[in-house]
């Protein structure tokens, strides 16, 4: 089971960006998927997650609005739309994997209930 996050970058305040996360040796359809973000000095947070089937999401509330995911599971991979970027958005984003969470468990997001990780992708959001 490997994840691998992409997509992160610098953009300026208002900016778009789009995180993917291409997951191998599982089918992606079983899993529930959550981006979370740790900016310097701060506790991982959780900032979207997707079930497995795709019918439940959840968003948190400094990005409802402003972030949209998605998954493709004929590519195994997860999206991360992220429009209206703040500079408080800036934060290393990892995305996390679990085959267990039912789509009732994905809000609010726990940590420790994802059981893979990808290595993060840095977004830095200029002001």
């Known amino acids: 089971v490997q994840l691998q996050a992409s997509g992160g970058g610098l953009v300026q305040t208002g900016g778009s960006l789009r995180l993917s996360c291409a997951f191998s040796g599982f089918p992606l359809s079983l899993y529930a998927v959550g981006w979370f973000r740790q900016a310097p000095g701060k506790k991982r947070e959780g900032v979207s997650c997707?079930?497995?089937?795709?019918?439940?999401?959840y968003y948190a509330d400094s990005v409802k609005g402003r972030f949209t995911i998605s998954k493709d599971n004929a590519k195994n991979t997860v999206y991360l739309q992220m429009s209206s970027l703040q500079p408080e958005d800036t934060a290393v984003y990892y995305c996390?994997?679990?085959?267990?969470?039912?789509?009732?468990?994905?809000?609010?997001?726990?940590?420790?209930?994802?059981?893979?990780w990808g290595q993060g992708t840095l977004v830095t959001v200029s002001s």
């Open positions: 996390g994997a679990s085959p267990t969470l039912d789509p009732s468990d994905i809000d609010p997001p726990i940590v420790e209930a994802y059981e893979y």
């Open positions: 997707i079930s497995g089937s795709g019918a439940v999401t």
